[in-house]
């Protein structure tokens, strides 16, 4: 994407694809990349065979995904081989700004404050980012810990905290980056003798933005390393604000680590409530401006109650299905097209045997015990799981259910409620129950 420059409505689009596939991958294959885009089509001049396999094969469907997501239109690719294109183009010029700024250059512009829907189960995290944006390295603010089972906005968040630092700021030494490149870039300085170029380049930051640090974790020497990068800031009262799929008790740090995460500001995502899916759906729309009514986004954030990247990814789904056919999308063609992402709200080729067969495994659990009278908690937990996963994928009714695991049905009801509990409050365990689910449906299946 070497002349991106000439086409500056394509920055975003190809910033989400750089974010997506990593910025190695796309130095390496795309940003050398000559082309041209005219009436939905791009047009991609490429030095060899290889080359355009490469990129047809492995990331075809990430870039007309992104123009999907971000202009609403579905491209046709053409792979054109033209041997004279140098293979190592020179980076494109920036501007003059991010010429000086060299650290913004990872900053995805179009995850902003702006674009980010504001919901009960976002709140604590949105506002602590906003502050950390405002108020710089306030000792309140600082460090920030916004963690969350997957796809719920963490990384959004932060980008959008490096994008309004440096709106004001254009000369912010803002660094955002995951936690696995903290990593291998700490590795490869090691192998280069470069460690101690390492340490002052971020060492210099204004703000650091860390996601997912629990890649961190578990590796010693990286460990010791973001510890003392992070010291540093902290002390010099710089901006810190890291992320992870793991509560801060969870990530196993060594104590001074962890009682440092805690000193300052851990906030959590939930998972969003309805009013929230349908808004954030609301949004989605309207940014790609695709015809689809109120009632289908309404069925689908009713249906995929995950997270909100499944939630996207089934409007985009639903959008380019239809683009592709000129058709208007309706319920019925989303309860199609989705079904195997919607939430059933009865699954009746599901039995108890199943359920108890998955949850038994996963609790390491003999059959028998789902109906003996053993009380001890390592049996009885699972055993309310597996009662609670009955009364949601099973048409049986709660006396019945009671039988299938020999107790009256007041007991069914006290466990599922229970399971219930725990889903509404911690993330990680609904995450941990869905997988369940989504394994019961493939032993059914078979
Ligand atoms: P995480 O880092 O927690 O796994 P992401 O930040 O990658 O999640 O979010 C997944 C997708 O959902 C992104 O495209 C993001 O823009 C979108 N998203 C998440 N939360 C919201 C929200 N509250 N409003 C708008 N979009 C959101
Ligand atoms: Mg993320």
Not at 243 to 266: I, K, N
Request: hydrophobic content about 40%.
């Amino acid at each position: 994407m070497d002349n991106i420059a000439s086409y500056p409505e394509l920055v975003p689009v190809f910033q989400d694809i750089e974010t997506i596939i990593g910025k190695d991958t796309y130095d390496m294959w795309l940003r050398p990349v000559h082309f041209v885009y005219e009436n939905n089509t791009l047009k991609l001049s490429l030095p060899n065979q290889f080359w355009g396999q490469t990129i047809r094969e492995r990331y075809h469907h990430i870039i007309t995904d992104a123009f999907l997501k971000h202009l609403g239109v579905n491209i046709t690719v053409i792979y054109e081989i033209t041997p004279q294109t140098p293979t190592v183009t020179p980076i494109p010029k920036p501007n003059p700004v991010i010429k000086k700024n060299t650290f913004v250059s990872r900053l995805n512009s179009s995850y902003t404050f702006e674009n980010f829907i504001e919901s009960p189960s976002n709140r604590f995290a949105y506002k602590a980012a906003q502050a950390a944006a405002h108020k710089m390295g306030a000792r309140e603010n600082n460090p920030i810990v916004i963690y969350s089972s997957p796809g719920l906005g963490k990384t959004h968040l932060l980008h959008a905290i490096g994008n309004e630092i440096v709106k004001t700021n254009p000369f912010a030494k803002v660094l955002y980056m995951s936690g696995e490149e903290f990593v291998s870039e700490y590795i490869e300085a090691l192998q280069n003798k470069e460690a101690e170029s390492f340490r002052k380049k971020y060492r210099t930051l204004d703000c650091f933005l860390m996601d997912d640090i629990q890649f961190v974790s578990g590796k010693e020497a990286c460990t010791q390393e973001f510890f003392n990068t992070f010291n540093v800031l902290f002390e010099s009262r710089k901006q810190i604000v890291l992320s992870s799929d793991r509560t801060p008790q969870q990530l196993e740090w060594d104590e001074r680590l962890s009682s440092r995460l805690l000193s300052g500001l851990p906030v959590e995502i939930k998972r969003p409530n309805l009013e929230t899916r349908i808004a954030i759906l609301r949004q989605k729309r309207d940014s790609i401006n695709f015809d689809i009514g109120d009632d289908v986004l309404a069925f689908i954030a009713e249906g995929v109650q995950t997270n909100v990247r499944e939630l996207e990814g089934s409007l985009f789904r639903l959008v380019a299905y239809c683009g592709m056919h000129g058709i208007v999308p309706t319920i019925s063609i989303a309860q199609e097209l989705l079904a195997d992402i919607l939430v059933t709200q009865r699954d009746k080729s599901i039995n108890v045997n199943s359920i108890k067969k998955v949850v038994g495994k996963h609790f390491n659990i003999k059959m028998e015990d789902f109906n003996s009278k053993r009380k001890t908690q390592s049996v009885a937990w699972p055993r309310q799981i597996a009662m609670f996963l009955t009364t949601e994928l099973t048409d049986l009714s709660l006396p019945e259910i009671g039988r299938e695991f020999n107790r009256d049905h007041s007991t069914v009801v006290h466990g599922r409620d229970l399971v219930k509990e725990k889903i509404d409050t911690d993330p990680f365990f609904t995450a941990e129950i869905n997988q369940i689910i989504a394994e019961i449906k493939s032993v059914d299946k078979v």
